[in-house]
């Protein structure tokens, strides 16, 4: 399963590569930004995206709705560290397949939203 992790905060992306490359899942790649990301999904092709909620340009529910529209899209799983509840209908409407807290981020979690 390769994985493309999206956050603005490096140490984040440093810990969840670490965290799913140890339980199995390929990091094709890291962005910083919704630009970034977009440009990534296009040039990598990964799986399943890995895409924090809060970034600096787009937010990433409007990354979601914009990968969802490719003829192939990679699964998009949203992560915060707030609440998703914090979110509203967003998380259901940007055709991602689910969402997890950052604090609870785990392979397993992973394969149980994508299954």
């Known amino acids: 399963m ?12 440093a810990s969840a590569r670490k ?7 390929e990091v094709v790649g ?6 970034e990301a977009l ?12 895409l924090d909620i809060q970034l600096p340009d787009l937010d990433g529910c ?9 003829e192939d899209p ?7 560290s707030r609440d998703a509840g914090d979110y509203g209908a967003c998380i259901d ?10 604090a609870e981020l785990s392979g397993a979690v992973l394969t149980t939203l994508l299954g």
Do not use: W
């Open 93 to 102: 409407k940007c055709g991602a397949r689910g969402f997890v807290p950052k």
């Open 19 to 25: 965290l799913l490359e140890s339980e199995g899942y």
């Open 74 to 80: 990679p699964r998009v799983i949203l992560t915060s």
């Open 39 to 50: 440009a990534a999904v296009e040039e990598l092709h990964p799986d399943v995206v890995l």
């Open 62 to 70: 409007e990354v979601a709705a914009r990968l969802a529209e490719n």
């Open 2 to 13: 390769r994985v493309l992790i999206v956050d603005d905060h490096p140490s984040f992306r």
């Open 30 to 35: 890291e962005a910083a930004d919704g630009a």
